[in-house]
């Protein structure tokens, strides 16, 4: 069966970090795109950052770039996403979603975790 | 940036009833849009893609069409779990993604 299964979200302070991870399991993790994908309570989707299978190109949302960077660790079967001086905007519910194979954008998503929530509050 | 424009916002109908869901690209999208279905407090699940290809395991009730600038989602035959809240998602601008801002369908 194919799962994405995301971890390490929390209550951090404003300013402060956090490091999400999603596990794959049941697919050649190697061969995909991946995608991060944020909703914020009561709001719509909003994606957040790609990376392609080989961590050769990645890709951001003006509302983060600069402050998040994705990332994978191929031999783990696992996708990062490190959020930095966090602000109250990135409250929300993180998934991680399988893109198509090798470079993201073409297919769309197709396989989601169930998330993880990320609170930014004082 | 290429804008989608999803409609309506929100939706009331009865068991039984055909629904159809619109979203419109503010620039031709050719057919890079997909379907997606969210219950609350779950991940979203993709029905369609390609515009009008059925995901693997959706009932045969829910078709996508429509190519360019505008498409639609239907569901010929509502049934109880199909309330929910359903969004579209382009992927034709490169480097990013897009998603329209959601239809909630409600029981009548």
């Known amino acids: 069966e194919v799962q994405l299964v995301e971890s390490g979200g929390g209550l951090v302070q404003p300013g402060g970090s956090l490091r999400l991870s999603c596990a794959a399991s049941?697919?050649?993790?190697?061969?995909?795109?991946m995608n991060w994908v944020r909703q914020a309570p009561g709001k719509g989707l909003e994606w957040v950052s790609a990376?392609?299978?080989?961590?050769?190109?990645?890709y951001y949302a003006a509302s983060v770039k600069g402050r998040f960077t994705i990332s994978r660790d191929n031999s783990k079967d696992t996708l990062y996403l490190l959020m930095n001086s966090l602000i109250v905007e990135d409250t929300a519910v993180y998934y991680c979603a399988r893109d198509g194979e090798s470079l993201p954008f073409r297919d769309g998503m197709d396989v989601w975790g169930q998330g993880t929530t990320v609170a930014v509050s004082s | 940036d290429i804008q989608m424009t999803q409609s309506p916002s929100s939706l009331s109908a009865s068991v039984g009833a055909r629904v159809t869901i619109t979203c419109r690209a503010s620039?031709?999208?050719?057919?890079?849009l997909g379907w997606y279905q969210q219950k609350p407090g779950k991940a979203p699940k993709r029905l369609i893609y390609?515009?009008?290809s059925l995901q693997s395991g959706v009932p045969s009730r829910f078709s996508g069409s429509g190519s360019g600038t505008e498409f639609t989602l239907t569901i010929s035959s509502l049934q109880p779990e199909d309330f929910a809240t359903y969004y579209c998602l382009q992927h034709n601008s490169y480097p990013m993604y897009t998603f329209g801002q959601g239809t909630k369908l409600e029981i009548k």
């Open positions: 620039q031709g999208i050719r057919n890079d």
């Open positions: 390609a515009a009008s």
């Open positions: 049941g697919f050649t993790f190697s061969s995909y795109a």
């Open positions: 990376i392609s299978a080989t961590s050769v190109s990645t």
